[in-house]
């Protein structure tokens, strides 16, 4: 609007912000140019066609956030209650001014949202015409919550809470020859990462029965931090697809204020489509029978969570994180180790077995380690040979008892559930970092034969109500 009054007063050519950014830049598709860190642009100054001196007061308009305070009743006692609110308000001020504060948005902030834009659309854009047949892009989002209705209803069911709502969490996946959307319907009005990853769940189980050869995730999702870029998603991010298979998680944020794409599209379908059938006299007063009444009447494919599901996926979550700095700026994490993501300020695809160098990279680990290793503890029923052998034998009284796996030359930590000829059936841990361990969301149980047990071990020591960990050297 600065611009648009600008332009009107003839101290401008252009109210367009794109080519008044291309005005101050050497190169607008430049990252060092758009972020004003060029050495050659970063001072220079708008183009224009009369002294804004000349013109004196002048007024326009100008979106303000401020706060704003209001009296509230409550059990008889008047309370303040203060509320954050942005609106449209007219401005006055020296059209010079005006001018120097354009400049000043140009140079702080509205050059590099422009960037981010141009950028995070072009390289998704490019990885999708690019996609293999080992990757998937999965664009994610959240659908405003659908009100629960009747056909037909007695005036009192529009007070109160007497509406339930249905809470959606909507996917489009492209795999290299095909699009799927999925949609996630719960009565739980979280919308928290363990929601997030409760709702992921049946469309990764989904993904893993029919495209076994994808192992490469790649997320796409707007930017909220109590959603997807957080933390929490992070940690969840970096543990649970592993425990389902996959190799590599890539997580690619939209910039702020431009996030709708197809999955917004996917809410809205089958909330019209649930609309259609309450006026064709269906009763919908809950999630559940939501979920039932559309299942056969659309082609989006249909999941239903139960709240204990985000429950037990809210369990996962550590009780502190390390803090990760300048997380509202950054547009990419990638996970390719669990308990380990890296971040950077924007996306880039150049390398998709690992992490490339572009934008400078910051690792972080989640799964914080802890000093020294896994030491066996040999006890009866174990050769006397030394700590690290297999086992002599296999019998009966092995069950229920710790022991060491090798997994693609890896140890891991299990209980021994079952035993056969020369082979045992071992449910075993996680790793979460260097001796610490977890159990998986979903049930890891196969069986080793005997030469990949290492030995039995005491029962490892438990950290906090997620992790255990080995007895250190």
Not at 233 to 239: E, K, P
Request: hydrophobic share 35%.
């Amino acid at each position: 609007m600065k611009a648009s009054k600008l332009k009107q007063l003839g101290i401008i050519d252009s109210q367009n912000v794109i080519t008044l950014a291309a005005e101050l830049c050497c190169n607008a598709d430049n990252k060092v140019c758009m972020y004003r860190e060029c050495m050659t642009c970063k001072n220079k100054s708008l183009t224009s066609l009369k002294n804004p001196s000349e013109t004196g007061i002048t007024w326009w308009y100008q979106w303000v956030t401020k706060k704003e305070e209001y009296e509230k009743e409550i059990e008889g006692e008047k309370e303040k209650i203060a509320v954050t609110k942005t609106v449209k308000q007219i401005c006055e001020g020296n059209a010079q001014h005006l001018f120097e504060d354009l400049e000043k948005d140009l140079n702080g902030r509205v050059c590099k949202h422009l960037f981010n834009i141009k950028h995070q659309y072009a390289q998704l854009q490019s990885l999708h015409r690019t996609l293999r047949d080992d990757e998937v892009i999965l664009h994610v989002d959240y659908a405003e919550n659908w009100q629960c209705k009747y056909a037909k209803e007695v005036q009192q069911v529009h007070f109160g809470a007497s509406h339930r709502q249905a809470t959606l969490h909507n996917v489009v996946m492209y795999t290299s020859n095909n699009t799927l959307s999925f949609c996630t319907l719960s009565p739980s009005m979280k919308h928290d990462p363990a929601a997030i990853w409760a709702q992921l769940d049946p469309v990764l189980q989904f993904l893993k029965v029919n495209y076994p050869r994808v192992d490469k995730l790649f997320f796409i999702s707007d930017g909220p931090t109590m959603q997807y870029r957080g933390k929490k998603n992070f940690y969840l991010m970096s543990i649970i697809p592993f425990q389902m298979g996959f190799r590599t998680v890539n997580w690619s944020f939209l910039e702020a204020g431009h996030g709708k794409g197809p999955a917004d599209g996917v809410g809205a379908t089958i909330k019209r489509t649930a609309d259609t059938q309450v006026a064709r006299g269906s009763d919908i007063p809950s999630a559940k029978t939501l979920y039932e009444t559309l299942r056969t009447l659309t082609k989006v494919h249909l999941f239903y969570v139960e709240d204990d599901q985000i429950s037990r996926v809210s369990a996962l979550l550590p009780k502190e994180l390390p803090t990760i700095k300048g997380t509202l700026s950054l547009h990419q994490v990638i996970c390719t180790t669990p308990g380990t993501i890296y971040h950077r300020v924007l996306s880039c695809f150049c390398e998709r077995e690992g992490v490339c160098g572009c934008f400078q990279p910051k690792a972080v680990d989640l799964a914080p380690q802890t000093v020294g290793s896994i030491e066996p503890q040999i006890i009866e029923g174990t050769s006397g040979r030394g700590p690290l052998c297999p086992l002599d034998e296999i019998t009966e009284d092995l069950k229920g008892k710790w022991c060491i796996v090798i997994y693609e030359n890896d140890p891991y930590p299990g209980i021994i559930e079952d035993v056969d000829e020369g082979a045992v059936e071992v449910k075993v841990m996680c790793s979460a970092g260097q001796n610490k361990f977890f159990w998986p969301l979903i049930e890891d149980k196969i069986w080793y034969t005997q030469d990949n047990v290492m030995t039995l071990i005491s029962p490892p020591e438990k950290i906090n109500s997620r992790h255990v960990q080995g007895k250190c050297n």
